[in-house]
């Protein structure tokens, strides 16, 4: 993709920081289109004959990261099926704004991504604690219906966070990139910085 035409902004933080609900809110606002990388790999698990479905179970209930060329696939598709629905209908031709939530997780994705599929205008980084985080998973682990809303899932989870993931928000960080925001206030709170900061990419 033409980074000229398509902006990508990565949306990053740990497990239950708030990605998806601040996403959303984002939508909301500034009109992005929201793609989670975790819903892209469950509904590639739930597809009647994907040839990944048990790959990805696997990987999920493990808190274990999928193989990177699984998921880049399942998010260009995604962007170029976007791209061609929105032509004519608010985007001009090829160009798009793009909310990434949750990838890339590991530092492989991050420079893989970067080089073959689209190189990110901005980072957005929600930092929480360990501890607001497991509150707000187990939670929603009463409704979420989500098979790594366990207690022993939720352990993995953080370790491979810890481990592969702050690599990439660090590398990030050096580049310059990175919007680090408190993602411990309410969801009203967190959506005010979070705004602030995308309001400041274009202005
Ligand atoms: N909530 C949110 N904000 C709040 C606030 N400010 N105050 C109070 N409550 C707040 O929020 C979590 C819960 O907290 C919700 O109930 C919300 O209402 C509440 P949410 O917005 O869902 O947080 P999010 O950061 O999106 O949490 P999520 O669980 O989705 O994060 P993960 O990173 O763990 O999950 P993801 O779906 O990205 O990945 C799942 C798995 O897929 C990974 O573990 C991995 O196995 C695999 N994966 C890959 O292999 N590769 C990828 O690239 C991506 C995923
Ligand atoms: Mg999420």
Partial sequence: FDAQKVTVIYVLGGPGAGKGTQCGRLVETFGFCHLSAGDLLREE??????????????CIQEGAIVPSTVTMKLLENAMTEELEKRTGDGWTDGEGRFLIDGFPRKMDQALGFDETVCLAALVIFFNTSEEVMRERLLKRAK?????????????????????????????????GKLAEINGTGSIEEVNRLASAAVRELFS
């Fill in 45 to 58: 698990q739930n597809r009647d004959g994907s040839e990944y479905g048990e790959l990805i179970r696997g």
């Fill in 143 to 175: 409704t979420s219906g989500r098979e790594d809303d366990n207690v022993e899932t939720i352990i993995k989870r953080f370790r491979t966070y810890n481990e592969q993931t702050m690599p990439v928000i660090e590398y990030y960080k050096t580049q």
